[in-house]
């Protein structure tokens, strides 16, 4: 598959649990981005990696743990997750820097925490 | 930070007539503005951006219009066939990155 691919696309999780989400890009860009999509709410921006840096934390709690270990992979470490963190879960990819920022997008993952 | 609203949330239209979705955002040094179309089950797919140097841009049946003074743009859907039935988000840069309106879920009635 190409473009952006997100592994596993269905998870569900109890609240002691934890699990790991995967990112993977194709696209030769150098800033990765998680976001949440919940029901009825805009798409919230949890976390930006440009050049494997993190530059944004958007005020995300510390259950959620990212980590890009090159500009190609990204991992979002879940632990002692909420039933409100259910939710789609949704990695994106772009070139950093320069005059565009368009986005792409994988096809998330589904959490359901129970 | 960069704050984006969009109306209405949901739009219903028969089919073969126009849809308009409308953002207005809150940074004036935001330059970019891009389209989303979310269908069912699958990821958000960018259909068309418009940047600050431009008012309008159009691809086909689908065109953005941009108003910087008054910091609203807008998506206009022509001629709508039942496959444009699905969320559409407008977005705004701030800071680098991209703010997300709430989204509106169009149906296109046959």
């Known amino acids: 598959e190409t473009g952006v691919t997100q592994t596993p696309r269905h998870l569900v999780m109890g609240m002691t649990n934890k699990k790991s989400l995967k990112c993977e890009q194709h696209l030769g860009h150098n800033a990765m981005y998680w976001y949440k999509q919940s029901a009825k709410k805009p798409l919230e921006l949890m976390f930006v990696?440009?050049?494997?840096?993190?530059?944004e934390n958007n005020s995300v709690p510390s259950r959620f743990s990212p980590e890009c270990p090159n500009s190609s992979h990204l991992f979002l470490h879940l632990h002692t997750l909420q039933p409100e963190d259910s939710a789609l879960y949704l990695c994106?990819?772009?070139?950093?820097?320069?005059?565009?920022?368009?986005?792409?997008f994988g096809p998330g993952t589904r959490l359901t925490v129970t | 930070g960069e704050n984006v609203e969009q109306h209405p949330s949901t739009l219903s239209v028969q089919e073969g007539d126009s849809a308009v979705i409308k953002c207005t955002y809150s940074d004036s040094a935001s330059n970019y503005f891009p389209w989303y179309k979310q269908e069912l089950g699958k990821r958000p797919q960018l259909i068309i951006d418009i940047r600050s140097n431009v008012g309008e841009k159009k691809d086909q049946r689908i065109a953005v219009t941009l108003n910087k003074t008054a910091k609203h743009f807008s998506l206009h859907i022509t001629e709508t066939q039942p496959e444009d039935s699905a969320v559409y988000f407008c977005a705004a840069e701030g800071d680098y990155k991209l703010s997300f309106g709430a989204g509106t879920t169009v149906t296109v009635r046959a």
């Open positions: 994106a990819s772009s070139h950093a820097g320069g005059n565009t920022y368009e986005q792409y």
């Open positions: 990696y440009n050049f494997k840096e993190q530059t």
